[in-house]
């Protein structure tokens, strides 16, 4: 896994894979019980396992009614993480976990911006800078829990992200602040700091292709 420093940080290259492993059921287990997500992230991920989602049920803290998770219901995101680490090690068995996890995180924004309130949301957004601005209160309303979740423009083409408590590997939320900026068309640079334990730093300047 790479190491993470409360100095210079590690630099991150969307061009460039993550290394490393991690343990996703260890990482589910220490998120709260009580915290959740809305079910249209898990629906693509239900339907990226098929089948296997079966297999799976027995370790789920709420299995899906009939296989199927709704769209705006509530679902823990223990399970969450554990269909992540499912998903990835399906669609990508040929890259580490971290790498693996990093690359779904970047479809979430397009599973977001294609729902209703999403094409609501981002029809006043115009470009990379306000959509990684709008990022935390995005995130809230999805997967409400008492955590601190903070961004502020550094300039106008860099973002500053806090986040604490941050249970899982940086990988996940990394992936999804690179889909918002990539979706534009443009290219994140990304510093990735560990302040604390359980308090995550990134920032993220917008650059071109």
Known sequence: MEALTSEGGLVVDPNVALRGSYDSEAVARAIPA??????????????????????????LDAPP??????????????DYERLTAAAARKLYPNLAMSEA????????????????IGK??????GD????LLMTPSIYKKMAPGEYTFEGRALDDRSVRFELQPSYGHFAYPLG?????????GVRPRTVVKELAEHKLRLDITIEER
């Not at 609501?120 to 957004?125: F, G, K, Q, S, W």
Request: glycine share 8%; charged share 25%.
């Open 101 to 116: 996890t990093r690359r779904l995180g970047r479809e979430d924004f397009e599973v977001f911006g294609s729902s209703t």
């Open 176 to 184: 999804q602040f690179e889909g918002v900026v990539m979706h534009y």
């Open 65 to 78: 009614r009939r296989g199927r998770y709704t769209a705006f219901l509530d679902y823990p995101q223990r």
């Open 34 to 59: 009580h915290w959740v997500a809305k079910g249209m992230f898990f629906s693509r991920l239900s339907e990226i396992l098929g089948p296997d989602l079966e297999a799976l049920a027995s370790k």
């Open 120 to 125: 609501v949301t981002l029809a006043v957004v």
């Open 128 to 131: 990379a800078h306000a959509a």
